[in-house]
């Protein structure tokens, strides 16, 4: 089982990028609480992180070979972005989006994501935590 968590822009500087709304940890703390939930779950996880966003569709585009889930913070292209969603529906296994603040509570333009029309579950609001969250739903859903 091969789960890619994908990470889009400005996630780089998580820990130091407004803490009040995205807490103090960073991203290479997140991702080392995976490895290790992913190695008691049994599950191998894979990570990337990029500002742009051709380089997401690459990425996502070579999950459709090298990964059986993808979990993803699209981060502002959540809001923006028609490539990645279509990306993903060329993705055959399960997607889960997730996000760190709860979009739905902070102002307008954050209320939509294209990809949640495709992602199988949408977590927000719940922190950094949400990353676990999901690798745990992630780990059960793929077969
Ligand atoms: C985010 C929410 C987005 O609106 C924002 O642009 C981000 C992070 C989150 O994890 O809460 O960069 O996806």
Redesign the pocket.
């Known amino acids: 089982k091969q789960i890619l968590i994908l990470n889009g822009?400005?996630?780089n500087l998580l820990g130091t990028r407004q803490p009040e709304v995205y807490g103090s940890t960073t991203l290479a703390d997140v991702e080392r609480d995976c490895a290790a939930l992913a190695e008691a779950l049994g599950v191998e996880v894979r990570f990337a992180q990029s500002n742009h966003e051709g380089e997401l569709v690459d990425l996502i585009q070579d999950a459709r070979q090298t990964a059986n889930g993808i979990i993803i913070?699209p981060?502002?292209y959540?809001?923006t972005s028609v490539a990645i969603l279509d990306a993903l529906n060329m993705f055959d296994g399960p997607v889960l989006e997730v996000?760190?603040?709860n979009?739905h509570k902070r102002e307008e333009f954050?209320h939509h994501s294209f990809v949640s029309a495709r992602a199988d579950g949408v977590i927000a609001g719940c922190g950094v935590a949400g990353y676990q969250l999901a690798l745990r739903h992630m780990a059960n859903l793929i077969p």
């Open positions: 822009p400005n996630l913070n981060a502002a959540s809001h996000h760190i603040s979009i954050r």
